[in-house]
């Protein structure tokens, strides 16, 4: 299936969770938001959450800023 | 004096009034010792997409766990997508405040205060400590009252231009009319400049910058708490009154060698 991840659409197995992809990407959770299908994915719900063909997620965290 | 002066924001009694930023450090490594030499208790982060090649520095390894992050809402163009990256930061699990950046001025990046008042009232109303960066208007500054706002940040001159306090005289009018506490926010250049702010009456002063890129960074920072603690005194201390004609100092009698009496 294909999902897009931050604009950028990426090839994966079905029945993938957003906890297991995060740490595919060797991304740190607990300091990752997520916002699947415009909709904001607490970080306990990471591991219950399971990713669909043609999902759209973001995925974001905090850098230097002023 | 410290016990005395309390500086409270949504709640939180802090007791340094120098806010400080994360961006633009040649080496993040650098910002824990710049908060223990400040002695900034308060610190602004941005939020964005993470590399998906792997390649971001986790920035927050670099704050100290006692700080209070202020993550702003930086590349936000108008107030829904503001709204948006409050929402987003919120959910990361650091608290709820927030400094609402709603820019869509690339060239001298100056705050959309229709906007940000906008986004202001949607955050309050959800319980976000809403801390509006904007250009230092009196209506302006009314309006984000009315919104919510726990405080006000004006600008003293452009971001990240360090040329000081360029909008001095309407940030003297805020501080006087305003009765939410005045930050003033971006353009700070100097730490005297910080420390006239403070001298002015306001607040606090968040200075990113004039710190992250100073050769020195630690230094700077430790040199912009005392600046701010030093306006902050003279502040409550209460200056004395300005003349143009010289007022001596010394007594103007008693001199040596004079006749006494002829007046």
């Given at each position: 299936?294909?999902?897009t991840?931050?604009?950028?659409?990426?090839?994966?197995?079905?029945?993938?969770?957003?906890?297991?992809?995060?740490l595919?990407?060797?991304?740190?959770?607990?300091?990752?938001?997520?916002?699947?299908?415009q909709?904001?994915?607490?970080?306990?719900?990471?591991?219950?959450?399971?990713?669909?063909?043609g999902?759209?997620?973001?995925?974001?965290?905090?850098?230097?800023?002023? | 004096?410290?016990h005395?002066?309390?500086?409270?924001?949504?709640?939180?009694?802090?007791?340094?009034?120098?806010?400080?930023?994360?961006?633009?450090?040649?080496?993040?490594?650098?910002?824990?010792?710049?908060?223990?030499?400040?002695?900034?208790e308060?610190?602004?982060?941005?939020?964005r997409?993470?590399?998906?090649?792997?390649?971001?520095?986790?920035?927050?390894?670099?704050?100290?766990?006692?700080?209070?992050?202020?993550?702003?809402?930086?590349?936000?163009?108008?107030?829904?997508?503001?709204?948006?990256?409050?929402?987003?930061?919120?959910?990361?699990?650091?608290?709820?405040w927030?400094?609402?950046?709603?820019?869509?001025?690339?060239?001298?990046?100056?705050?959309?205060?229709?906007?940000?008042?906008?986004?202001?009232?949607?955050?309050?109303?959800?319980?976000?400590?809403?801390?509006?960066?904007?250009?230092?208007?009196?209506y302006?500054?009314?309006?984000?009252?009315?919104?919510?706002?726990?405080?006000i940040?004006?600008?003293?001159?452009?971001?990240?231009?360090?040329?000081?306090?360029?909008?001095?005289?309407?940030?003297?009018?805020?501080?006087?009319?305003?009765?939410?506490?005045?930050?003033?926010?971006?353009?700070?250049?100097?730490?005297?400049?910080?420390?006239?702010?403070?001298?002015?009456?306001?607040?606090?002063?968040?200075?990113?910058?004039?710190?992250?890129?100073?050769?020195?960074?630690?230094?700077?920072?430790?040199?912009?708490?005392?600046?701010?603690?030093?306006?902050?005194?003279?502040?409550?201390?209460?200056?004395?009154?300005?003349?143009?004609?010289?007022?001596?100092?010394?007594?103007?009698?008693?001199?040596?060698?004079?006749?006494?009496?002829?007046?």
């Amino acid at each position: 299936m294909h999902i897009t991840v931050n604009g950028r659409t990426q090839d994966m197995e079905s029945g993938q969770t957003l906890h297991g992809l995060i740490l595919s990407m060797n991304l740190d959770p607990s300091v990752v938001v997520a916002e699947l299908n415009q909709s904001i994915v607490p970080g306990d719900k990471f591991a219950s959450t399971s990713l669909y063909d043609g999902d759209r997620l973001e995925l974001l965290s905090f850098v230097g800023g002023g | 004096m410290e016990h005395t002066d309390i500086f409270e924001i949504g709640g939180k009694r802090l007791s340094s009034r120098l806010f400080t930023g994360t961006g633009k450090y040649g080496n993040d490594a650098l910002i824990a010792p710049v908060c223990e030499a400040s002695g900034s208790e308060v610190i602004t982060v941005a939020l964005r997409r993470v590399d998906l090649d792997g390649k971001t520095d986790n920035v927050m390894k670099h704050i100290p766990s006692h700080m209070t992050l202020l993550p702003n809402t930086s590349g936000a163009r108008n107030a829904d997508e503001a709204v948006r990256i409050a929402r987003l930061a919120r959910a990361i699990g650091c608290g709820d405040w927030i400094k609402i950046e709603v820019i869509s001025d690339n060239r001298y990046l100056l705050p959309d205060g229709y906007e940000t008042a906008k986004a202001t009232e949607i955050l309050a109303k959800e319980g976000f400590v809403v801390l509006p960066y904007m250009n230092p208007d009196l209506y302006v500054a009314r309006s984000l009252a009315d919104a919510g706002a726990a405080a006000i940040m004006p600008l003293g001159a452009p971001i990240g231009t360090n040329r000081g306090l360029r909008t001095e005289e309407m940030i003297r009018i805020l501080i006087e009319e305003m009765e939410l506490p005045i930050i003033v926010d971006a353009g700070i250049g100097a730490p005297s400049q910080a420390c006239r702010a403070m001298e002015m009456g306001a607040a606090a002063c968040l200075v990113n910058t004039a710190i992250a890129t100073a050769s020195d960074p630690v230094l700077m920072g430790l040199a912009f708490g005392r600046a701010v603690t030093a306006g902050r005194e003279a502040w409550l201390a209460g200056p004395g009154a300005i003349a143009t004609l010289a007022q001596a100092s010394s007594p103007l009698t008693g001199f040596l060698d004079r006749t006494e009496g002829a007046s």
